[in-house]
């Protein structure tokens, strides 16, 4: 875990250096910031306070974002050849992934501790619902985590960015959308395998407030499959 | 520390990169690895340092085994890897720090060895600078740098002197001449001369099997082919009787004008010894002045041409 724990450091250091982390920043708390406060159905037009408009901002800009930092993490490295540097060095192939993994959802979280001051805000105007706040930004962690995994897994099988970065954006989309409407469209036993595997389903349930286990099940599974994907992928190329 | 090879082979596709090759390489050897461009050396280097699974064969770091334990293999090892990838968006110290805690070097320990190589590879003046903003030639030296922070008992370097001015070449050899006293190293190189310098033992490989290990001098002894001896004679004849004199004497197989004019003479000779004294017999009798008498060695550039063209 030490040697994963270098690895995340670096990560997250390269992200600042290179002006992902505040172009993410920015843009993410501009976007959330301008939903949750200013436009469309905000906190004062549906008159409740409530986190429900940041969340759904949220889970959309954060499906966008997380390709743009995961597609590099894995194919720059391939492109480079700094990965044979890496993997010679005493740690486990495994270790690599998981520091990647750790120092991208480390910049995510800082992200979503940028938009703790709305929750104390709305806090202040009226009666908030603390628990579903809590299992909400839970649900927003999960499934970046989730996207992160995919990314990474997009990003090990070739050594072109774009490649790495449509890739993510297509398995994400499935997840995201499609599998919960082709779980409208099915009847039976199909449609509820659809529905357990889309992924909005989960994150709304944790957005009201009510965790799960299934749902914690359910991201927890995306997250190692992910994972585990990677590393295989990673061994295939060293064969 | 040795480093033992057995029987070492690689596939890609249906092309063998490497065929069943075996060697060893003591401790304190400096092993020059030389071989046309797709000869195998990297792919030999690559399953030395573990980055690459052979297909069949085993390697021995010490006594460690290091297709079974790579982890244990890998501490012990540094390695410049072809091409010598860094990451070039970060700085120098920040670098060399990163790889220190990855190699597992103690913390306390770590900005003191990151000093020792800066001074060591002589980057004193760039260790702020980012990867990207030095010339090729330092870059070389953060990549030796990386190689050798943990203080490895095995250095393993593919070619090490590429892209490098004549000047940074010297300093990079007298670095790994100096390092490997202590140290088993192999390192790769297309050029003859750096490996002549550089190593105590050489071994050429072609199309994935060795065809030539020993030092230097050995690989001259066995390689084919005539001594060649440079003689330059002055005297009251024209250059054409010098010319059929020479030709006549025992052992000289051919004789060659070295230029258009002037009387210097490229001679190959079956016996060098015999030669080069009936050579200067020749010139006694004849009261000719002998202005010069070279031998030449075979060069290891024919060596290797003779070894790698079929």
Redesign the interface.
């Known amino acids: 875990m030490d040697?994963a724990w270098?690895?995340a450091r670096?990560e997250l250091?390269?992200f600042f250096?290179?002006l992902m982390a505040y172009i993410l920043l920015i843009l993410f708390l501009g976007f959330s910031g301008l939903f949750t406060w200013i436009l469309g159905s905000d906190v004062f037009f549906i008159n409740q306070a409530s986190l429900q408009a940041f969340f759904s901002v949220a889970y959309w800009s954060l499906f966008f974002f997380i390709p743009a930092l995961t597609m590099r993490l894995l194919a720059e490295e391939n492109k480079?050849?700094?990965i044979?540097?890496?993997?010679?060095?005493?740690?486990?192939d495994w270790q690599v992934i998981n520091g990647k993994f750790m120092g991208t959802l480390l910049l995510i979280i800082i992200a979503l501790a940028f938009t703790i001051p709305y929750y104390i805000t709305v806090a202040n105007i009226g009666n908030i619902d603390h628990g579903s706040v809590i299992s909400g930004y839970l649900g927003l962690i999960l499934m970046s985590a989730a996207y992160i995994s995919i990314g990474l897994f997009a990003s090990s099988i070739s050594n072109n960015q774009i490649v790495g970065f449509l890739l993510s954006l297509s398995i994400g989309i499935l997840f995201h959308i499609i599998f919960g409407v082709l779980a409208g469209s099915f009847n039976g036993w199909l449609s509820h395998v659809f529905n357990y595997l889309s992924l909005s389903n989960h994150f709304e349930s944790m957005a009201r407030g009510v965790i799960d286990t299934r749902d914690i099940i359910y991201f927890l599974s995306i997250i190692f499959i992910g994972l585990i994907s990677t590393e295989a992928v990673l061994k295939r190329k060293?064969? | 520390m040795d480093i033992k090879v057995e029987n070492l082979s690689k596939l890609y596709g249906s092309q063998k990169a490497v065929d069943d090759i075996s060697f060893v390489v003591k401790t304190g050897e400096i092993l020059g690895f030389l071989g046309p461009n797709g000869a195998g050396k990297t792919t030999t280097m690559k399953a030395i340092t573990t980055f690459l699974k052979p297909d069949s064969g085993k390697i021995f770091i010490g006594n460690i085994n290091a297709i079974d334990s790579p982890q244990e293999v890998k501490k012990k090892i540094g390695y410049l890897p072809e091409n010598n990838p860094l990451y070039s968006d970060m700085a120098v110290i920040d670098y060399l720090r990163f790889v220190a805690a990855l190699n597992g070097v103690a913390k306390q320990k770590i900005d003191e060895r990151v000093l020792e190589m800066v001074n060591v590879c002589g980057l004193k003046g760039e260790k702020h600078k980012k990867i990207e903003e030095l010339s090729k030639g330092y870059q070389q030296r953060v990549g030796l740098a990386q190689a050798l922070i943990h203080d490895p008992e095995i250095l393993v370097l593919d070619e090490p002197t590429t892209g490098l001015d004549p000047n940074q070449i010297i300093e990079i050899r007298e670095l790994i001449k100096r390092i490997g006293r202590s140290k088993t190293v192999i390192l790769s190189s297309h050029i003859l001369a750096e490996v002549e310098a550089t190593c105590d033992r050489i071994m050429i490989i072609n199309k994935g099997k060795i065809v030539a290990n020993g030092t230097a001098a050995e690989l001259r002894k066995h390689s084919q082919g005539n001594d060649l001896i440079i003689a330059e004679i002055e005297g009251n004849v024209s250059r054409d009787q010098f010319y059929t004199a020479l030709a006549e004497l025992p052992h000289v197989e051919m004789v060659d004008f070295l230029s258009d004019s002037g009387n210097k003479f490229e001679i190959q000779s079956t016996n060098m010894s015999a030669t080069k004294h009936d050579i200067f017999d020749l010139c006694v009798k004849n009261k000719w002045y002998l202005v010069q008498l070279t031998p030449i060695e075979t060069k290891l550039e024919d060596i290797f041409r003779e070894l790698t063209l079929n």
């Open positions: 040697k270098i690895i670096r250091a390269s250096d290179s480079s050849g700094t044979e540097l890496l993997l010679t060095r005493p740690i486990s060293r064969m």
